[in-house]
């Protein structure tokens, strides 16, 4: 059974960093695709970004947030610097992409999100 588990959300103060981490078991995701979405309260869940031969990222966060991967403990990282309050929300990993990867409907596998508090 494949499982994600997101970890390293928290309060922080507009500026700062976070990194995230989702951690896979059940399956090895070494060569397979890797998107992080989030989802603030009364939005819709949104593509973050996503790894795999190379990276993807949402315009919002492209130049902040980096995605890195270490195969050996098949976890991926998202990255997270110069965070704004807009930066709230859940945050979430997600595999098993079977079509277009700026989508949440495309993936098989979810983590069941971290929170991340950005505060002015």
């Known amino acids: 059974q494949v499982q994600l588990v997101e970890s390293g959300g928290g309060l922080v103060q507009a500026g700062g960093s976070l990194r995230l981490s989702c951690a896979a078991s059940g399956r090895t995701f070494s060569s397979s695709a890797m998107g992080w979405f989030r989802q603030a309260p009364g939005k819709e869940r949104e593509f973050v970004g996503i790894?795999?031969?190379?990276?993807v990222y949402a315009d919002s966060v492209k130049g902040r947030f980096t995605i890195s991967r270490d195969n050996a403990k098949n976890t991926v990282y998202l990255q997270m610097n110069s965070l704004k309050p807009e930066d709230t929300a859940v945050y979430y990993c997600?595999?098993?992409?079977?079509?277009?990867?700026?989508?949440?409907?495309?993936?098989?596998?979810w983590g069941q999100g971290t929170q991340v508090t950005v505060s002015s």
């Open positions: 790894i795999w031969s190379n990276s």
């Open positions: 997600a595999a098993g992409l079977r079509g277009s990867y700026y989508a949440p409907s495309q993936y098989e596998y």
